[in-house]
């Protein structure tokens, strides 16, 4: 690395300021300080040491994320040949799957990062590091399946839209990830639905039998998976959506740094059980009689409750805000899976609906507090 810093300490003269390539700057900083910690502090004005920066906080989350990313990886390969009655190595099958998730991955990462960088050079400030984790996130809440250049086209949509218009990092009101799966799915619903979309290759795949547990239980047929297949994940979905066991590994390593709310996860699963439940009573359709606690396995309710509802920009930030929060995501997802026939899968839109409530829910649990408050207050 330090072979690196000596190039960098080289050509840094020319990004700053008076150098003759000072408009550059942004884009040189943001490559500085993402290979290297920054070697100057804060000069004036109240500021706050730490030893964790966004940069930190972003790379734990990408941490938290590689089992469920690995596991995608592999189930990939499974998913394809197993539609083929084809056996392959543990080897194979996640070279196959590398081999199509990598682009995916590339193409998140470079279009998403490219406006960050050409925003940051427009605007001359300093490139912001929150799309290390909307790189990754959007390919994994992607079926395999989808075209490259829908996949690019709802990563533009995401961050422009998305993200830049409000500001960029830490201004917007709408996770990205969630914004550009939403774009594609409204926007190109074939490639984003369906018994196809969830197993590569399902062009050449004959007789493919690929649909989701929700998708198959909105038809009204019997899921056919046992629980245990379920909680690993041997099912398709969404690339890194479809195993429990690894995505509560990340959510564990992401509780104890300290970077996730537990209390809304914990409010997201309480909600979701509690509306299954409910519907368990009725028991009018395949959906409401699907086991309460194994609606919390299928989907992407679990991935939803742990990396994007938890989502510090754009949750509440009071404590009980979050209970409100968390909960509510979880009552609305499952409404949406059990009334919603063209859309069996409600988490994307209940975190979104629950995103522009956020700052409500804060406003209301804020002025409660300040109302308790003056009550004690008169009192005494």
């Keep these: 690395m330090q072979f690196l810093n000596n190039i960098m300490e080289k050509y840094r003269p020319h990004f700053k300021k008076g150098g003759k390539f000072e408009k550059y700057g942004p884009a040189f900083s943001g490559i500085d300080t993402f290979l290297f910690v920054p070697n100057h502090t804060t000069k004036s004005g109240a500021h706050i040491r730490d030893g964790i920066d966004l940069k930190r906080i972003m790379i734990i989350v990408v941490f938290a994320l590689i089992p469920a990313t690995l596991f995608g990886i592999w189930n990939i390969g499974y998913q394809h040949f197993s539609q083929l009655g084809i056996e392959k190595s543990f080897l194979e099958l996640f070279w196959y799957g590398s081999i199509r998730f990598l682009p995916m991955v590339i193409i998140s990462y470079a279009v998403g990062l490219g406006i960050e960088f050409a925003y940051a050079v427009f605007r001359g400030h300093a490139v912001n590091e929150g799309y290390l984790v909307s790189g990754l996130l959007i390919p994994l809440i992607m079926p395999v399946d989808i075209p490259l250049w829908m996949l690019t086209i709802s990563v533009i949509f995401a961050v422009i839209i998305g993200k830049e218009a409000f500001g960029g990092t830490g201004m917007n009101i709408l996770n990205p990830a969630l914004v550009a799966r939403a774009f594609a799915f409204f926007s190109y619903a074939g490639s984003m639905s369906g018994d196809k979309v969830w197993v590569a290759d399902s062009a050449i795949t004959d007789g493919v039998s690929g649909e989701t547990v929700l998708g198959t239980l909105a038809a009204g047929k019997d899921a056919g998976l046992s629980v245990f297949d379920m909680f690993m994940g041997y099912m398709p979905g969404s690339i890194g959506e479809t195993s429990v066991l690894m995505i509560l590994i990340g959510g564990a390593f992401l509780l104890f740094t300290g970077i996730a709310s537990w209390r809304i996860m914990l409010a997201t699963v309480v909600g979701g059980a509690f509306t299954a439940f409910i519907f368990n009573l009725w028991g009018l359709n395949s959906l409401m009689n699907f ?29 009980r805000g979050k209970w409100i929060y968390g909960f509510l995501i979880g009552v609305i997802a499952i409404l949406v899976r059990v009334f919603n026939g063209a859309y069996p899968e409600g988490v994307m839109m209940a975190i ?29």
């Design 291 to 319: 086991p309460w606690w194994q609606h919390l396995m299928v989907g992407g309710f679990i991935f939803g409750a742990v990396f994007m509802a938890t989502d510090p920009v754009t949750a509440t930030q009071t404590i």
């Design 352 to 380: 979104l609906l629950m995103n522009v409530f956020a700052p409500t829910i804060d406003h209301y649990v804020v002025e409660a507090n300040i109302k308790r408050r003056q009550k004690r207050k008169q009192k005494l």
